[in-house]
């Protein structure tokens, strides 16, 4: 199986094809998409896309972790991390290959 990346020109020229936006218009639709998506995680709320999954954010608490090379403890500051679950309905779709 191949490995390939898609990309937001790739986005923005499936919204040209399947749409018949202008590219330009496209590419602006898909940035503003990826722009609410982004404001809303920053502002800390959830991003639920029905049939594709959500995107939460979580706290993690400082933690002790160790250098894996040297064994000494580093104290791990806490942080936010961005978190993506999909829905079973494109987890079926994947299993399937469609």
Known sequence: ??????TRADL???VYEEVG???N???DLVESVLDEISKALIE???VKVSSFGSFTIR???E???RNPKTGVEVPILPRKVLVFRASHVLKDRVNRGK
């Open 1 to 6: 199986m191949e490995s390939r990346t898609v």
């Open 12 to 14: 923005a020229e499936a």
């Open 21 to 23: 936006l202008s590219r």
């Open 25 to 27: 218009e496209s590419s």
């Open 44 to 46: 800390g709320e959830n």
């Open 59 to 61: 706290e993690k608490g």
């Open 63 to 65: 933690r002790v972790g």
